[in-house]
């Protein structure tokens, strides 16, 4: 029961209409920052909430007195996955995020810009020679964000598209079986990659990591690291790129002034993140003792879950809320906040930054080739199962 309140019911409550809140979550919106997703029918009579205040959220994720420990839902559910950061609480959190951050900085963010500058060449180029309409899912989100996290991770580009058609599946196939299958395959190659890198370290994240670290780090950590980062660099970013393009197709005359003005737009991409927060909530966080948050007392034991979607659209449907590309440095908790604020945040955004205004310049008429289809929306995190667009 209280698991099914975490999961199902706040899962439900994040699924979208179009790039909006669904009207279940709005009304919680608008009751308060702070509101009960649902009480468990037991002894113990643990309360589930959500928060939705951009204030509550800040406090609990960036409280000790909550544990990022995944307790509820799916198969890790009470067990802490080596090298999974968003799992672990401190000091153990701390070690590892200090050993894996240097390889993000923006001296190498920047050094990496090249690869992704030709990755998204090449791509756009794919997509300009197979002609319209294309679907821009896996043309143009897939297609630029697995090779450059698998470049980002020092993985052979022979390698990728396996890795990627993989990770897909452990991800989204319909068969319970092959889902499993694909994600022991997955983590299985992640093994072997780690190995060949304690043997032979390159300039990729991890040689950086393992050249610093060496056996401060394990190999299960490191395998870890590296499926955390290739899940969230591959499937997150491309699901970023893949809304992003679907909101270009949407507000046409707001990228014209990306292309044609960019100077005058310096903020441009914080709002984009903003308005779409791809990645909607965080898993529920438990209270390790009795926190007041504003004017509600949260227990021991209790479960938060945060909703970014609901503190970064929490103007919605008002005027502040919609998109506007000329806003300037929008405040947004796309990316979490406190300990667990996200690590590939650098990456992510670099991949952006460079796919969005290229896109925007190549073609300039990008439409959807059926614009009286609706677009069809998986279950969160934001995942449009198919963006097919003309130009």
Known sequence: MFEEINVVRASQLHRRSRFDPVPELHSLMSDGDLTVLGTEDSAEGRTAWLATGIKEVRQVL????????????????GFTWPGFLTQYDPPEHTRLR???????????????????EQIVQDSLDAIEALGG????????????????TCDFLGIPRDDQADLARTLLASRADRSDRRRTAA?????????????NVRRDCGDDMFGVVVREHGDAITDAELTGVAA??????ADQVARLLAAGAWLMVEAPEQFAVLREKPDTVPDWLDEMIR??????????????????IGDH???????????????????????????DITRARPEHLAFGHGIHHCLGRALAELMFRVAIPALAHRFPTLRLAEPHREITLGPPPFDVEALLLDW
């Open 62 to 77: 960036g409280s000790d007195k909550f544990s990022a420990r995944l307790l509820y839902g799916g198969t890790a559910a």
């Open 98 to 116: 200090r050993m894996v951050t240097p390889a993000f900085t923006v001296r190498r963010m920047q050094a990496f810009r090249p690869q992704v």
């Open 133 to 148: 309409p294309v679907d821009f899912v896996p043309h143009f989100g897939w297609a630029v964000a697995t090779p450059a």
């Open 183 to 195: 994600g022991n395959k997955f983590m299985t190659y992640m093994k072997q990659h780690v190995a």
């Open 228 to 233: 955390f980062v290739m899940g969230a660099g």
């Open 275 to 292: 308005y779409l927060t791809t990645d909607e909530k965080t898993h529920p966080r438990v209270a390790t003792q009795d926190v007041r």
């Open 297 to 323: 007392l949260v227990k021991a034991g209790d479960t938060v879950t945060c909703s970014l979607l609901a503190a970064n659209r929490r103007n919605y449907p008002g005027a502040d809320d919609e998109f």
